[in-house]
């Protein structure tokens, strides 16, 4: 959450640098390699103009459009690996500053202020990211997807509500938050560490089908209904 005074921003916005090679996916190639934008980007209800997505099927579409991960838990991942983690190592279309990504609540929106004096971006929080072994290639790390499981920051996928153009640095206004106050912290941790609470959750009518992507709400079901040794095998070092 930004500090009092302080203004949420978009750090940078980062697209599809080089499509490489890809031995974890199944499409054979990946536009997981993003780098910054020097300037302005439109954002349009598909995504970030100018990315791409390769696998369709477990990525990307309405629900998936933008990716959105914080600065700050990158620099955590800097003292933890001894390197320099840039914007758009994570593959993120969104690097944000002072914004409590992982707090966010399922269908949070946030308002992308547009650039010079165009109409705003609004954006809702649908789901958390879940890693794969794409994502560990890229990082290069040992045991990579328990690792940044471990942590807890999975950053957020966005669904755009209303395009516009942005620039690096705009300002982040969140307009809207639901009263479930289910975070996407919760929703990726519950998916593995907690699957009863997961269940009741579930059960208590909490309605993430409106925001969460259908994907993601089968998995978190699938979790539920875990017995506890599928949930061991499930925490096993990737």
């Not at 999975?154 to 307009?175: K, M, N």
Request: aromatic share 4%.
């Amino acid at each position: 959450m930004a500090q009092a005074g302080v203004q949420a921003r978009v750090l940078s916005i980062n697209v599809v640098h080089d499509l490489i090679a890809d031995p974890g996916g199944s499409v054979g190639r990946t536009a997981i390699d993003k780098r910054p934008l020097a300037g302005s980007a439109q954002i349009q209800q598909l995504g970030v103009v100018g990315d791409t997505c390769m696998d369709r099927r477990d990525h990307g579409g309405r629900d998936q459009a933008v990716y959105a991960y914080a600065r700050e838990d990158q620099q955590a991942w800097e003292g933890e690996l001894g390197r320099p983690v840039p914007a758009g190592s994570f593959g993120e279309n969104l690097t944000t500053a002072d914004l409590d990504v992982t707090g966010a609540v399922i269908g949070e929106r946030w308002e992308l202020a547009g650039s010079d004096g165009s109409a705003a971006v609004l954006v809702e929080v649908t789901a958390p990211r879940i890693p794969c072994l794409t994502f560990q290639a890229f990082a290069g790390e040992p045991h990579w997807v328990k690792r940044f499981t471990d942590r807890g920051a999975p950053g957020a996928y966005l669904r755009v509500l209303s395009e516009g153009v942005v620039d690096p640095g705009a300002a982040v206004t969140v307009v809207h938050r639901p009263a479930h106050a289910v975070t996407i912290g919760e929703v990726f941790v519950l998916r593995l560490a907690d699957p009863d609470r997961l269940r009741r959750l579930l059960a208590e009518g909490v309605d993430l089908n409106q925001t969460l992507v259908e994907a993601v709400t089968s998995q978190l079901r699938r979790t539920a209904a875990k017995e506890p040794g599928a949930m061991a095998a499930a925490r096993r070092p990737a």
